[in-house]
């Protein structure tokens, strides 16, 4: 099955600025919305932001105005500009894809629901 790949994490200090990449890998017909969710230690997994295909975005209001979804359809890849950054958004950072057509030997296959790996951003005071 379709993996996506997350990466981009790391330890930041309170204010700066990290951007988060997440890849659809495998032979890609289309992909339909991604999203990146977050999920603090000893807290429920949160919606940030999703992308439709078509760019349209949505954000949690937290993170309006600092945050910024994007993606690269050639790449298959989204990606999640995050400006001053504060320590409470220490968190496991997921992309999502809710829906993806893969192709094999001419054959399509739709996954739904496909989650990255996850990583790690963690931001220090």
């Known amino acids: 099955q379709m993996q996506p790949v997350d990466s981009g994490g790391g330890l930041v200090q309170s204010g700066v600025s990290l951007r988060l990449s997440c890849a659809a890998s495998?032979?890609?017909?289309?992909?339909?919305?991604m999203g990146w969710y977050r999920r603090a230690r000893g807290k429920q997994c949160e919606l940030i932001a999703l992308?439709?295909?078509?760019?349209?975005?949505n954000y949690e209001d937290s993170v309006k105005g600092r945050f910024t979804i994007s993606r690269d359809n050639a790449k298959n890849t989204v990606y999640l500009q995050m400006n001053s950054l504060k320590p409470e958004e220490t968190a496991v950072y997921y992309c999502n894809v809710d829906q993806v057509i893969t192709v094999k030997r001419g054959v399509k296959t739709y996954q739904y629901d496909r989650w990255g790996q996850g990583t790690q951003v963690t931001v220090s005071s």
């Open positions: 495998g032979t890609i017909f289309s992909v339909n919305r």
């Open positions: 992308i439709s295909s078509g760019g349209t975005t």
